[in-house]
Nanobody
């Protein structure tokens, strides 16, 4: 059974940093991504990475503040979040897909596998 396990969420003051991790139970994915969902909002794409080539893409609001990366085993991805704002408060989800394409897709339905989510709260 495929598992994606997120960790690293928590409470931080505005301007602070957090690093999220997502560990996959197998090395069969081509792309992994981070999404977030704030109360009352739809789940939205934050950042994605092609595990083989390392190509990345970001939602406009986090460009320059967040960075997605992967480790050498290609089973763990990270989301380094800097200069956090209260509006970054949300549950952050890790997602993964197979397929081999280096294109970073953004719609939720393109990712069949999801983690349970980790809460990030940014206080003002």
């Amino acid at each position: 059974q495929v598992q994606l396990v997120e960790s690293g969420g928590g409470l931080v003051q505005a301007g602070g940093s957090l690093r999220l991790s997502c560990a996959a139970s197998e090395r069969t994915f081509s792309n992994m991504a981070w999404f977030r969902q704030a109360p009352g909002n739809e789940r939205e794409f934050v950042a994605g990475i092609h595990l083989g080539g390392g190509d990345t893409d970001y939602e406009d609001d986090v460009k320059g503040r967040f960075m997605i990366s992967r480790d050498n085993t290609l089973t763990t991805v990270y989301l380094q979040m800097n200069s956090l704002k209260p509006e970054d408060t949300a549950v952050y989800f890790c997602a993964a897909r197979r397929g081999g394409s280096s294109i970073i897709t953004k719609p939720q339905h393109t990712y069949p596998y999801w983690g349970q989510g980790t809460q990030v709260t940014v206080s003002s």
